[in-house]
């Protein structure tokens, strides 16, 4: 009987192994997908990013703050004798 | 079912079928093994090497900042469209749809195609937006696929041009500090491998083999509000005057750091079309000139540590001209008898002259050399010039005397600029830099600190009433400069008579130096042309704007200095007139 046994067990190690590598094998697969999915993700926001930078280098261009400041809000930049320094 | 009844065998044609479908088999088998065990690696290899592909992870590029994080070149994402001629048949694929969604026009994209047909790889377009590209994979056009790229992106555009530099198509610095600091910049692209189907479309993503390396952020010393407003003034200067070109510099008197550096003519760095290479000079750094009356100061500091003069020295500067070795010197009148003081605020020629040729030229070479005339700045920048400062064992009366007022040597805008920021900072010189965190040599003494701060409390007679830098006065501040006009050199051998450079060079406040800065107008074709017409006014309105900016305390007498916890009295400012 002994050397059944044995040989049983040993089957048995056989399909736990293999059930295992297929196990190990899928879940490389599913972290492989996520890892994608993520790195996309990334670069959505990294482009996204880029679009904001773009933007924002459209909106607050020093050309048209001055403008806008200058001609729409009726500002202009003191004349220092109209500024009050505090020393600290 | 039929009883089956012992028949005589035929034994041999059974033995010949077993043996034959033995032999079948037993070659299938084999088959089987030498395909899966013997051959196994080379049809691996074979298989993985129509379907494996290592695809390149672009390593995005460091941004450019300026001192405050503001970018001032960064890396957007872009996506380029390449096909592989030998997949692409452009009679069988809708060519029309794919021109339109590549923004093409159909016959250019045929003969593109056409052109490479031979060939496995061809751009069809570089550097579109991402979601334009996305509309162009849309179509499924076999043999089409997409590759991301970044591009540069210039926020400050044509205001920080020449410092910042441009990168090619293929993100590698070419220009300023782009190309200075393309090792810092570049990232290093990593690998992946994926398996493709036939067209080239990726099935699986196998491993990443290097991750990409992006590259590391670069901070510059430019103050990119200073740099705006200097780029305004001086590219309306350059304009109203119709001038061929110009440049400013403004430095930062305690740190050496370079607060702003703009030339005209410059160029937009996000849109190339109109650019010509000429505007890509960074001309503050690139090209130097004759710095002419802007280094009387350092004439005047070297006399001044002979120990033999004082402000108040008295010269005779009659008739208004003199000859010297044959050549004549001349004032622009007969100033008399002027101190040493009145010598600068008039830039006379004459008076100049007579303290060179006492103290002799060595004393005077010495002096301009410590300033950092004749020698590398150690900014780093591609393509900078060291000026020229002569050095001669034996000088003609008229060497000396052209040098000391500033012909016969050469300087660029920022060598100028640094000379004043070292006369500024009571004689300390300080490496000047354009990129922060850069390590450069420590300070070190090339002026006693009397003479350098004598020098400068004279440079401020120059802007006042009577002097020739009137126009560089700011409101509120003490402003301390020289004016320069000086003949360009016309090529034959002789200067021109009618084609000048305008400078401004000084320090503000004068009282406590903060800033130190130069403004080069570079051939005015108006009627006005003298430094103290056309360059100071633009030297007042930047370093005004700059004081303000910056918040340095007005030094001029009139202004409203309030002690903290003190109350503040509020008037509006007509009560104030």
């Given at each position: 009987m002994a050397p059944i046994l044995g040989l049983g067990v040993l089957l048995g190690a056989v399909c736990a192994t293999a059930v295992s590598v297929v196990e190990t094998a899928h879940h490389g697969?599913?972290?492989?997908?996520?890892?994608?999915?993520?790195?996309?993700?990334?670069?959505?926001?990294?482009?996204?990013?880029?679009?904001?930078?773009?933007?924002?280098?459209?909106?607050?261009?020093?050309?048209?703050?001055?403008?806008?400041?200058?001609?729409?809000?009726?500002?202009?930049?003191?004349?220092?004798?109209?500024?009050?320094?505090?020393?600290? | 079912m039929k009883e089956r009844q012992p028949e005589p065998g035929y034994p041999m044609r059974l033995a010949l079928v077993s043996v034959c479908l033995c032999t079948a088999l037993g070659t299938l088998l084999w088959r089987v093994v030498d395909l899966q065990?013997?051959?196994?690696?080379?049809?691996?290899?074979?298989?993985?090497?129509?379907?494996?592909?290592?695809?390149?992870?672009?390593?995005?590029?460091?941004?450019?900042?300026?001192?405050?994080?503001?970018?001032?070149a960064v890396s957007i994402t872009v996506a380029s469209i390449w096909a592989d001629p030998s997949l692409l048949d452009p009679d069988e694929v809708p060519l029309g749809e794919l021109a339109a969604s590549l923004e093409m026009a159909e016959e250019s994209l045929r003969e593109r195609v056409q052109a490479f047909a031979g060939k496995r790889f061809v751009y069809l377009r570089r550097h579109m937006q991402p979601a334009a590209a996305e509309r162009v994979m849309e179509l499924g056009v076999p043999g089409v696929s997409v590759r991301r790229e970044y591009r540069r992106f210039y926020p400050a555009a044509e205001v920080a041009a020449h410092v910042v530099g441009?990168?090619?198509?293929?993100?590698?610095?070419?220009?300023?500090?782009?190309?200075?600091?393309?090792?810092?910049?570049?990232?290093?692209?990593?690998?992946?491998?994926?398996?493709?189907?036939?067209?080239?479309?990726?099935?699986?993503?196998?491993?990443?083999?290097?991750?990409?390396?992006?590259?590391?952020?670069?901070?510059?010393?430019?103050?990119?509000?200073?740099?705006?407003?200097?780029?305004?003034?001086l590219k309306s200067a350059v304009r109203q005057h119709r001038a061929r070109g110009g440049s400013m510099v403004l430095i930062d008197v305690p740190t050496g750091e370079i607060l702003a550096m703009v030339n005209q003519p410059s160029f937009n760095p996000n849109d190339r079309r109109d650019m010509k290479v000429a505007y890509?000079?960074?001309?503050?750094?690139?090209?130097?000139?004759?710095?002419?009356?802007?280094?009387?100061?350092?004439?005047?500091?070297?006399?001044?540590?002979?120990?033999?003069?004082?402000?108040?020295?008295?010269?005779?500067?009659?008739?208004?001209?003199?000859?010297?070795?044959?050549?004549?010197?001349?004032?622009?009148?007969?100033?008399?008898?002027?101190d040493i003081r009145d010598i600068l605020a008039k830039s006379s020629n004459v008076g100049i002259t007579r303290l060179a040729l006492d103290i002799g030229p060595q004393r005077v070479r010495e002096v301009f050399g410590q300033v950092g005339f004749g020698e590398s700045t150690g900014t780093g920048y591609p393509g900078e010039d060291s000026g020229m400062l002569p050095s001669r064992r034996k000088w003609k009366d008229i060497q000396t005397a052209t040098l000391s007022f500033g012909y016969g040597l050469s300087a660029t805008p920022l060598q100028i600029a640094q000379a004043y920021a070292t006369l500024a900072a009571g004689g300390v010189?300080?490496?000047?830099?354009?990129?922060?965190?850069?390590?450069?040599?420590?300070?070190?003494?090339?002026?006693?600190?009397?003479?350098?701060?004598?020098?400068?409390?004279?440079?401020?007679?120059?802007?006042?009433?009577?002097g020739t830098g009137t126009r560089a006065g700011v409101s509120g501040y003490r402003v301390a400069g020289k004016t320069g006009t000086v003949h360009k050199v016309d090529g034959k051998g002789g200067y021109a008579e009618d084609d000048y450079v305008a400078m401004f060079a000084g320090v503000v406040p004068a009282s406590r130096p903060r800033l130190a800065g130069v403004v080069v107008i570079d051939g005015p074709r108006g009627e006005k042309y003298y430094g103290g017409e056309v360059a100071a006014p633009v030297f007042a309105r930047i370093m005004g704007d700059a004081l303000r900016i910056l918040n340095v305390p007005p030094d001029a007498a009139g202004n409203r200095l309030v002690r903290r916890g003190t109350e503040p009295v509020a008037r509006d400012k007509n009560a104030d007139a």
């Amino acid at each position: 009987m002994a050397p059944i046994l044995g040989l049983g067990v040993l089957l048995g190690a056989v399909c736990a192994t293999a059930v295992s590598v297929v196990e190990t094998a899928h879940h490389g697969r599913e972290l492989a997908n996520r890892l994608e999915l993520l790195e996309d993700q990334a670069d959505r926001y990294r482009m996204e990013w880029d679009k904001l930078l773009l933007e924002q280098g459209a909106w607050s261009g020093h050309g048209r703050i001055s403008d806008i400041a200058g001609r729409r809000l009726d500002m202009e930049a003191p004349d220092p004798f109209e500024i009050v320094t505090i020393r600290q | 079912m039929k009883e089956r009844q012992p028949e005589p065998g035929y034994p041999m044609r059974l033995a010949l079928v077993s043996v034959c479908l033995c032999t079948a088999l037993g070659t299938l088998l084999w088959r089987v093994v030498d395909l899966q065990i013997n051959d196994r690696a080379f049809l691996q290899g074979q298989g993985d090497a129509r379907v494996v592909r290592t695809e390149p992870i672009p390593g995005h590029r460091g941004m450019i900042v300026d001192r405050r994080g503001e970018p001032l070149a960064v890396s957007i994402t872009v996506a380029s469209i390449w096909a592989d001629p030998s997949l692409l048949d452009p009679d069988e694929v809708p060519l029309g749809e794919l021109a339109a969604s590549l923004e093409m026009a159909e016959e250019s994209l045929r003969e593109r195609v056409q052109a490479f047909a031979g060939k496995r790889f061809v751009y069809l377009r570089r550097h579109m937006q991402p979601a334009a590209a996305e509309r162009v994979m849309e179509l499924g056009v076999p043999g089409v696929s997409v590759r991301r790229e970044y591009r540069r992106f210039y926020p400050a555009a044509e205001v920080a041009a020449h410092v910042v530099g441009i990168t090619d198509i293929d993100d590698r610095g070419q220009e300023g500090l782009e190309l200075a600091y393309e090792q810092v910049l570049a990232g290093t692209p990593g690998a992946k491998q994926v398996v493709k189907d036939r067209r080239g479309r990726v099935v699986r993503r196998l491993r990443t083999l290097r991750a990409a390396d992006p590259g590391q952020d670069l901070q510059t010393t430019i103050d990119l509000r200073i740099q705006y407003f200097a780029y305004r003034e001086l590219k309306s200067a350059v304009r109203q005057h119709r001038a061929r070109g110009g440049s400013m510099v403004l430095i930062d008197v305690p740190t050496g750091e370079i607060l702003a550096m703009v030339n005209q003519p410059s160029f937009n760095p996000n849109d190339r079309r109109d650019m010509k290479v000429a505007y890509l000079r960074n001309r503050a750094i690139t090209d130097s000139l004759e710095p002419g009356s802007t280094v009387k100061p350092f004439t005047v500091a070297a006399a001044l540590a002979t120990g033999r003069y004082h402000p108040a020295t008295l010269l005779n500067t009659s008739p208004g001209h003199m000859r010297v070795d044959g050549k004549t010197v001349r004032d622009h009148r007969d100033y008399g008898m002027l101190d040493i003081r009145d010598i600068l605020a008039k830039s006379s020629n004459v008076g100049i002259t007579r303290l060179a040729l006492d103290i002799g030229p060595q004393r005077v070479r010495e002096v301009f050399g410590q300033v950092g005339f004749g020698e590398s700045t150690g900014t780093g920048y591609p393509g900078e010039d060291s000026g020229m400062l002569p050095s001669r064992r034996k000088w003609k009366d008229i060497q000396t005397a052209t040098l000391s007022f500033g012909y016969g040597l050469s300087a660029t805008p920022l060598q100028i600029a640094q000379a004043y920021a070292t006369l500024a900072a009571g004689g300390v010189r300080r490496p000047v830099s354009l990129v922060r965190a850069a390590a450069g040599p420590e300070p070190w003494r090339v002026m006693e600190v009397k003479i350098a701060n004598r020098v400068l409390g004279m440079l401020e007679n120059v802007t006042e009433e009577g002097g020739t830098g009137t126009r560089a006065g700011v409101s509120g501040y003490r402003v301390a400069g020289k004016t320069g006009t000086v003949h360009k050199v016309d090529g034959k051998g002789g200067y021109a008579e009618d084609d000048y450079v305008a400078m401004f060079a000084g320090v503000v406040p004068a009282s406590r130096p903060r800033l130190a800065g130069v403004v080069v107008i570079d051939g005015p074709r108006g009627e006005k042309y003298y430094g103290g017409e056309v360059a100071a006014p633009v030297f007042a309105r930047i370093m005004g704007d700059a004081l303000r900016i910056l918040n340095v305390p007005p030094d001029a007498a009139g202004n409203r200095l309030v002690r903290r916890g003190t109350e503040p009295v509020a008037r509006d400012k007509n009560a104030d007139a």
